[in-house]
């Protein structure tokens, strides 16, 4: 079930909500946890209810381990406990997301012909595991005592952030899990209003983009030729369908949460919008660069002996976190890319004394945002080979074609071979108007503010100020409208999948 589709908007949700509040009305808190844990376990097994079994044998294993961890005394013995649950969860990932991309490298190697299990990916099997890893790795800290059963589950499998994250830690979900339940009109208003927002990302302009991306990287893949400028709106849009993808996600799973009574982390801030790659991991996907941070790049010595070791453990960082997203070469070239622009970036830091002006700001946010958008070459990408055609066509190796208005310039004999003054589009799906909507969406992401900013006039609406007040209706209309347009196309074609549902 996808959050986007109208079984979930208008049936699984409202129901959901009904139940949660009307049995801690008419029960207690217990029940109307348990109530939500069977709600999440519906939303998951929705998709394929086999799988249900494994999220459970896995939310259990891991609390009688993380029990287990609590009640031995002895340091030697907790550790190798923690090392079988760290073990398990590895293995679990291993055979369900990797286990073909290692028979095929086996294969490629040793030329054996060991046959594919062609297994299916579970969904949210990467969250959820990493999430039970870093509580185990926590209650080995002591930083948590741990808690009942009925909290652990609707820790792991809480449904707004079971299936793409964030990625969260006890602290920010177990206090409150034990505060009492009781219904809330002002975050039901917030919620509602990340939501809606987060809707219109995901259908208006994530799934429109997607288009002119699909049509450069499926072309690729059946060896069609493109120009520069045409690979390049084909990155560009990529580059902006998962941007829109991704911070829809993230504001209806906020805004799922808070219907709920429940705040869920920031996990998306305007990636963007920063002047460096460095920068750009403390504001995409910001769970799970900190999960990388704390349970791999600390561990393995982070930047403890020096500059060289640093470099080196940063680039095993993000070479596991591509590897994280998906069984596949191209994602750990997309991670090794990142590895290397974050070791640049500290190089840089250290010897290079950059002046803070416009100038300079601009030109450091112009080589990130090219830097990134590059490398999602290599994340989109079916495979190295469409990858490393379209760097040789978007880097100009292949020559560069020039809209027909350079030749007023250039002359018909311009003596430069490479430059072929032809028309920039060669496919009817690409065009001058297509350039325009990125640059209009670059203005937007850009300039523009975030969800979170845009939310604190939707608090206004519960001011006692009269003038504040009729905003706040008045934004409220403004969320019905969005709200309207946004589940429109839901009634005319099919829903598509939010792309972190992949990894």
């Not at 959820?128 to 009942?148: E, L, R, S, W």
């Not at 010595?301 to 070791?309: L, P, Q, W």
């Amino acid at each position: 079930m996808l959050f986007n589709s109208l079984e979930f908007i208008f049936v699984f949700l409202p129901v959901s909500v009904c139940c949660y509040f009307f049995s801690a009305k008419i029960g207690n808190d217990s029940v109307a946890k348990f109530s939500l844990v069977a709600a999440s376990f519906f939303f998951y097994s929705f998709w394929n209810p086999p799988y249900i079994a494994l999220l459970v044998l896995s939310i259990s294993i891991n609390y009688l381990l993380s029990l287990l961890i609590l009640k031995l005394s002895n340091t030697t013995k907790k550790k190798q406990v923690l090392i079988l649950a760290i073990a398990l969860n590895l293995t679990l990932i291993g055979y369900y997301k990797y286990c073909d991309f290692f028979i095929q490298n086996i294969n490629a190697i040793s030329g054996t012909s060991l046959s594919f299990q062609n297994i299916l990916l579970p969904l949210g099997i990467s969250f959820f595991t990493f999430q039970q890893i870093a509580y185990q790795v926590d209650i080995f800290k002591g930083k948590t005592n741990g808690d009942c059963f009925l909290n652990y589950i609707l820790f792991v499998s809480f449904f707004p952030q079971l299936i793409a994250g964030p990625i969260v830690h006890h602290k920010e979900m177990m206090p409150q899990f034990k505060k009492a339940i009781y219904w809330n009109p002002h975050r039901l208003f917030q919620g509602l209003t990340f939501f809606t927002l987060g809707l219109f990302k995901k259908i208006i302009i994530a799934d429109n983009i997607a288009i002119y991306a699909n049509t450069v990287f499926d072309g690729y893949a059946a060896q069609s030729s493109f120009s520069i400028i045409e690979t390049w709106v084909g990155i560009f849009a990529y580059c902006f369908q998962i941007y829109f993808d991704f911070s829809g996600y993230t504001d209806m799973a906020i805004g799922l949460a808070l219907i709920f009574g429940i705040f869920l982390p920031l996990n998306f801030n305007s990636p963007y919008k920063a002047c460096s790659i460095i920068d750009f991991w403390r504001r995409w996907h910001m769970t799970l660069s900190r999960f990388l941070r704390d349970y791999l790049y600390i561990p393995i010595g982070g930047n403890r002996k020096g500059e060289s070791t640093r470099h080196r453990n940063l680039l095993i960082t993000m070479l596991i976190g591509g590897f994280w997203h998906g069984a596949s070469w191209n994602f750990i070239i997309w991670g090794g890319i990142h590895g290397l622009a974050l070791s640049i970036n500290h190089i840089f830091r250290k010897f290079v004394c950059l002046p803070n002006n416009f100038l300079f700001r601009n030109l450091a946010f112009g080589v990130t945002f090219l830097t990134v958008s590059y490398a999602w070459v290599f994340f989109r990408a079916s495979n190295i080979d469409v990858a490393l055609n379209m760097t040789k066509v978007c880097f100009g190796m292949n020559g560069i074609d020039l809209p027909r208005f350079f030749s007023l310039f250039l002359g018909s004999d311009h003596g430069l071979d490479f430059i072929r003054v032809n028309g920039a589009f060669t496919s009817l799906f690409l065009n001058y108007h297509s350039v325009a909507y990125l640059f209009g969406l670059f203005l937007i992401i850009k300039f523009l503010p975030t969800t979170s900013q845009w939310m604190k006039w939707s608090i206004n609406s519960f001011s006692k100020d009269t003038s504040l007040r009729k905003v706040g209706i008045t934004w409220a209309y403004c969320m019905g409208l969005i709200f309207f347009i946004s589940i429109k196309p839901l009634f005319d074609s099919s829903t598509s999948e939010f792309l972190y549902f992949n990894f």
